[in-house]
Each structure stands twice: as structure tokens, then as C-alpha cells.
DNA sequence: TCGCGGCTGATTGTCAACAATCATTCCTTG
DNA sequence: CAAGGAATGATTGTTGACAATCAGCCGCGA
């Protein structure tokens, strides 16, 4: 983890210009960055699950006082990607099959609802939009990485809801979306060999370009909820083998010791 | 609005049964405690829309420094009941018609899921509760008070998805509740006769009962958009009276002046 | 009259010191 | 030897002072 970058450039009046085009580049504020170093530290899985976030260490290495880093550490826990425990410690979340089952029930839930609007609200430009984010899957897919496909994944159905026009539910989506990713992460090895992955989205498109809310919102439902199924079986599979190990007797995470 | 409590009870070791029971009863940290008399404030309409929340006139109201203030209004901004514009301003969110739809349109998405996983999981207990809480809500309304029928609603939709033992998903219920209550108390003279309020709920209750998983989530679905577009057209009726004013030309919030 | 640049008071953002709380250890006591 | 209870060190919670930023105002010049 490296430095905040401090400077937010020029004092003087130059770039005025830009600033009226894309008024955020530099003032956000200190905490709001901080938060975002954090944020790609724990998706990265650089702080593992169980990882104890303290206040001191992190604004030291951070070059941050503490109370900023408190204030990143406060928005990181409304997103759920830190757990708090007043007066005592922060820390990352485990990884659990019961929140992975959560996650996924809800996203086929706000998916569904999204995927409804946009179908409901299409319009050409949001239907080429639309189109595109598709065209990027399949092409990824082609490729046969793994990480660019789960990207472009993430990115379809991002595309998707964005199109509904609905502030909240977006915003809400996107949240999940981050929590989703750390568990996509840690088991990378359950995604499903690239070349299906255009089939298993274009019907979804398919309804959404074709206006029909009511096919679109039950195919995100099924295609989430089956996506969801097979991670939370295998999360749990992982998670009893490991209650088995006489090492973690209730179901705690299992600590590593040398 | 008077000041925060700051007394947390004796320091001494009595009291130790009651803390046992109730761990949280007095730790709860200084910030969160003005968060819940600022949200008081808000929901209460004290705070009215647009209202500007300044740090400083704030931390003084309530006997309480700036940087517990802060945390507050940092907690409530996530919730949906603050807006926060970096570097200049805290206010109080505008009631548009926009997000009276957004509101509606996810909670029924949200309670949709919640009645279904409540059905798929009934039991006796549980069945028990739910049944109790509706007959809370046929009371009140006997009663013919608005208020207190309002609150029972509130609270039978609460009870329902809390029985779906879907944290996230009760969570994000939950805010979403809070900000909802706003604009119900802003109208609230479109409160339906309070004889009807039985029979609109009992066909939900009954399916949930039954363990009619796909039965309960339509019917709460529909629900949740009859009343939500009622809402909706209501308020957008005001607004765009509004918007034929001289006073706001872009579809501002209109000022009182005097 | 209009637009631009700098000033100014108000407000938010950041920091470092101080206070409160907690988990742990170790000691006492029966 | 077990149970309870005070010291202890580490960590979070709270505060007031200082710094950065902003919207509005005012005057200058074209």
C-alpha cells in the first residue's frame, strides 16, 4: 500500500476549463481517497478475511491522520466491506456461504427489478449501449482469460441496471457488486468455462432489446439465482470440510499460526 | 432539540446482570446517539427539506464537538437522509417525485423477496408472529386514528421481511423504511380509509402462512406498486403544480418566504 | 453594462492531543 | 487449583485548534 498522493494540483486558475468539464478530478476529499486505497486493498484480497484494520498503522502507512482514516473506515463498514466493533477493533469480514447465499438472492432481486426498467425504458442509444457492453463480454470470453471475462461479467450486468434510470437501486447495485467481487475472488476456480458465458447472457439482452420488462426481470432472476447457487454450494462445501478440522470447533475462521 | 444524555450509567461493577442482558444498552458510541436525535429531527419534519445543517450550530444544539457531528451527519448521508456537498454543505434531501418512485419500485423488489423467503422458511414461531402482528394492525386501525395505522403497517411489512433472516436484505429494508416514513408524514392525508387496511394486507399474511413462496412475493409486489403509484401521482400533481409558479423556474424546491 | 479577478466571511476538511474503553495478564483469595 | 478482580497496555472515541475550500460580494476595466 502505498502513499495518498497529497497534491491536488495547480492553485491558480488555470485548467479552469477542465474542472467545469469534470468538476470531482481532484477535490475529493482526503477521506473519500482513503477510502478507495482501503477498498482496493481488501478486494484485492491483500487484507484477507479476518485482517484487523488498525486506526495508528493504517495512518501511518497511509501518511493520513487517524482521524481521516477513521472517517474512510466508517464509510468502508455502511458498504460492507469492514465490520466494527465499537470501542474494540475493526476488521475485514469472512467469507461466508451464508453471505454468499445473501448476496446473491439480493442481487436476482435488484437485477430483476433493473433489467424490468431498462426493458421497460429502452430506447435505441440505451439499447446500443446495451449492445456493446454485450459485444465486450463476448469478446473477452473469446479470449479465454479468466479476469478480463469476470469483468466484462460484472460489466454487463452493471450496464444493465444502469440502464434502468432508477438513482437508488444503482447505487445500492453497485455496493453489492463489491462485496460479490471478493467472493468471486477467492474462489476464481468456479468460473464456468468461458465459452458459454455469451449464451448464458444473451437471452437476458435479447428481452431487454426487445422491451419485454416482464421476460427480462425473470431471466436475471434465474440467471443470478442459479450463478448463485453454485457458489453457495461450493462456499459451503469449503466451510463444513473446515468445521470438520479440530482446529475451529464453531464454525470460526480458521487462523493461521506460523 | 435538547441535548444528548452524556451519562453512561455508573462506572463502578453494578449493573454487570443488566449489561449481560442487554450489552448494548449504554455503549453505544457519542456519534451514533446524535445520529439518532438528527434523524429524530428529519423524520419528524423539524428538519425540513432543504434544511442546511450546519456543522458547527449543530455540535453546539447538542453539547457535542464537531467531529462527533460530522461522524453523524456522514452516517445519515449514507442512509438517504443527508446530502452531503464536499467542501461546502450538509442539507436535508428535497422530497421529489422521482424518489418517491424509486422508493416504492425498490421496496416492493425488496419485500418481494423478503415474502417469498419469509413463505419458503414459515414455521409455528414464526407464523405466530407474523399472525400477531397483523392483528396489531387490524386494531389500530379499528381505532381510526391515522398515525398509529401507519405505524402498525409499517411495522407488519418490517415483521415480514425480518423473517426472512436475510441480514443484508433487512438492513437495506430498513433505511429504506426510514426514508419512506419522510415523505408518508409529508402527505400523509393520502392515508386510505383505515377500514380497508385489513383486508389489503390479509391475502399477503394468509399466502406467507400457507408457505406459498411465489404466491406471497406477486402479492407483495402488487401491494407495494398500487400504494407507490398512488404516492407517485400524488406527488408529482404538487410538483408540477409547483412548476407553473413564477418563483421556480427549473423545477427547484420552492422557498417560503415569510 | 458585462465579465473577470481578487477579497472576505462562512463552512467544511484535517490534524494531533487527550479521554474512555476493552482484552489480557497476573495476582489474590477461597 | 479455580474464580474473581484489579493493574496494564493497546485501541478506539472525543475534542479543540488549524488549514483548505467555497459562495458571494465588490470593484476594476473593457
Redesign the pocket.
Known sequence: MRDIDRN?GP?N?AMSMQRLLNPRVD?R???RRVADALREEILSGRFPPGFR????WLAQQLQ?????V??ALSELTHQGLVD?V?????SVPDLRAQDAWELYTLRASLEGLGSSLAAEAVTPASGAELSASFDRLVESAAVGEVGPAVEADLALHKTIVALSGHGRLIKQYEILEQQLRRYMRSSNALMHDTGEIGNQHRPLVDAILAGQAAEAEALAKSHNMTEGRKLYTKLLQIEQRAALAPASPQGKPIELRS
Do not use: N
Open positions: 491536488r492553485r486558475g477535490r476529499s482526503l477521506d484494520l488498525v486506526e495508528t493520513v491522520s487517524r482521524g481521516t477513521r472517517a466494527q465499537a470501542y474494540t477493533k475493526w
